[in-house]
């Protein structure tokens, strides 16, 4: 069985060295390439592929913008970012667009071959500076374990990850991405953070937390 791969890149060298490795793989077609959205959202009209492969700065928009059209299609393609920009805000915002992979463009050619049958074997390939920040982000969120109040309420773990991603303006959808749970369980948090905190809203709670000390709006 072969899997069909759309690349957007518009770097010509470097999407020729993409297409390469999908040629190269006895278990991958070339699905299409574009330079640009426009002509992305094209080749997807007529067909799904199974991976998509994207880069972030494109010509007439963000890489993330198509992986959130794919999965407001319904489509189940698997997304892939592979691009040179590995800081907190890119990474973050492709994660919770709906992305499952991220790589960096040094990656070599076997690398990005075998990350794509990741993918599609259900895993999500990293890069290893990638996955080294992410870990990172996880421990520093793991170490502040419970914050317990001075007037005796406490977040549990999840709780406080879930309010600090409110605090950056998340939506729930993209929450549950994140966290790699369903809506409801982040709906559920959301329920019991408010009521803990004592309010009814996001806003509210962003600020009574501020309040008390359990976030700092000048976090990174």
């Known amino acids: 069985m072969t899997y069909s791969v759309l690349i957007v890149e518009d770097q010509e060298p470097v999407a020729q060295r993409l297409c390469q490795a999908v040629i190269d793989h006895p278990q991958l077609d ?24 994207v880069d972030i700065g494109l010509p007439d928009g963000n890489g993330t913008a198509l992986i959130r059209e794919i999965y407001q299609r319904g489509y189940r393609t698997e997304a892939m970012v592979i691009t040179v920009f590995g800081d907190e805000r ?6 919770a667009a709906g992305a499952t992979g991220y790589l960096l463009k040094d990656e070599r ?17 990293m890069s290893p500076s990638i996955a080294r920040y992410l870990l990172n982000r996880f421990i520093s969120i793991e170490k502040s374990a419970t914050v317990k109040i001075s007037t ?15 605090a950056k303006g998340f939506t729930g959808a993209e929450i ?10 982040v709906m559920t ?23 008390r000390g359990i976030i700092a709006m000048s976090e990174p």
């Open 30 to 53: 070339l699905f299409g390439v574009a330079p640009t959205l426009a002509q992305a959202r094209i080749l997807i009209e007529s067909g799904e592929p199974n991976v998509l492969l």
């Open 90 to 95: 890119h990474v973050i915002s492709a994660l």
């Open 109 to 125: 050619l076997d690398r990005i071959a075998e990350s794509i049958m990741q993918l599609i074997r259900g895993e999500s390939p």
């Open 152 to 166: 005796g309420i406490c977040l549990t773990v999840k709780e406080q990850e879930v309010l600090h991603y409110i």
């Open 176 to 185: 549950a991405q994140l966290m790699n749970v369903s809506p409801h369980t």
């Open 189 to 211: 948090h959301t329920k019991h953070i408010y009521q803990k905190l004592a309010v009814h809203s996001r806003t509210e709670a962003v600020y009574e937390a501020t309040q």
